[in-house]
């Protein structure tokens, strides 16, 4: 079977690169059908990461966003036309189950240094496959995006104090609108709180018990746990706020991405005895969670507030207009992948 994987040879350039593929007992055929954009893909697409880190990892294929439908089988685990949403993050077949698979040594990722989904056809193994139904595709395309909301709030449970009166999150893009509509999802009794500097933004945020820029905080404002989803420069103003508001003892979830290292005032942290977690990507586990709240159809129409979807992809020239589209867009830009 001849494959053509659509990979980014240096930023701003996509190829063709033609395989023959074999099939395999163990993998299953899955035909892509929408992918969904996120900042990282955006970020090898222009060259903004560190030009020994381009010349490591191209060329290869963009996208760890994607669902798509399965075309053939041979493992028994899916019926061709089963809609699977695809799990980038592959670890070692064997590996510390104390550990969370994302974090395994060995571990790697699609669209990090191996082609991501930007292909006609993957070969997978079907552990790396979460099926789902009633979940319209633009919305199940970002899915593994969603998943790392789990991720986080899942480590959040299990390392934060009981008292959860009041959650904030901290930022106005997308991944804080994932971790608001988790945190509410699951605990729908706390006050979430969120802040940003958009405004504009924030308005997507109605769900929430109380919205703030950063600006109007009302005084004496306090919570006793917080998200922090700004990543980038503006990641080290967000957790400094987070120090100042947070209450002893409270746990800080840094879940934004920033290229650069930042300064934090580590006196507060001591004196607060604050617990800081790092959480990055997701597992096969937060992709099941996931799907699961999708299918309330509430959830799932709230999440297209946050949803671009562009023009069909079918060549290679319909890949550089995604790219270019996603640029201007508030939040995520997705499309169907019609090649």
């Not at 319209?136 to 480590?155: C, M, N, Q, Y």
Request: glycine share 6%.
């Amino acid at each position: 079977m001849i494959n053509r994987i659509f990979q980014l040879i240096k930023p701003g350039f996509i190829s063709v690169k033609y395989v023959d593929e074999d099939f395999e007992k163990n993998k299953v055929i899955v035909k892509p059908l929408y992918m969904s954009l996120c900042h990282a893909d955006q970020r090898y697409y222009l060259g903004k990461r560190d030009p020994k880190v381009l010349e490591k990892k191209l060329p290869m294929a963009l996208i760890h966003e994607s669902c798509g439908e399965v075309v053939f089988d041979p493992t028994g685990n899916f019926k061709v036309g089963d809609k699977v949403s695809m799990i980038p993050n592959t670890p070692p077949c064997k590996f510390d189950n104390n550990l969370y698979e994302n974090y395994v040594k060995g571990t790697f990722f699609l669209s990090s240094g191996h082609d991501g989904f930007m292909r006609e056809f993957v070969k997978i193994s079907p552990d790396r496959l979460v099926k789902f139904e009633n979940i319209d595709l633009p919305i199940a395309s970002t899915l593994e995006f969603i998943s790392v909301g789990f991720h986080g709030l899942d480590r959040f449970e299990k390392n934060s104090l009981q008292n959860k009166e009041v959650i904030t999150v901290f930022g106005s893009g997308s991944l804080a609108f994932v971790l608001s509509n988790v945190l509410k999802y699951r605990f729908p009794k706390s006050k979430l709180v969120v802040i940003g500097r958009n405004k504009e933004k924030l308005k997507v945020f109605s769900f929430a018990d109380e919205i703030y820029t950063l600006n109007d905080i009302p005084d004496g404002f306090e919570t006793n746990h917080a998200f922090e989803c700004v990543g980038g420069i503006g990641s080290e103003n967000a957790i400094n706020s987070i120090i100042n508001y947070i209450k002893p003892q409270g746990t800080i979830m840094l879940m934004g991405v920033s290229e650069n290292k930042v300064s934090i005032n580590t006196r507060d942290i001591l004196e607060k005895g604050l617990t800081l977690i790092g959480c990055s990507r997701s597992g096969r586990l937060d992709f099941i969670k996931a799907v699961k709240m999708l299918e309330n159809r509430k959830i799932q129409n709230r999440f297209r507030a946050i949803v671009f979807e562009d023009k069909a992809i079918k060549n290679i020239n319909d890949i550089h207009r995604f790219f270019s589209t996603d640029i201007n867009m508030p939040f995520k830009t997705v499309a169907k992948w019609e090649i």
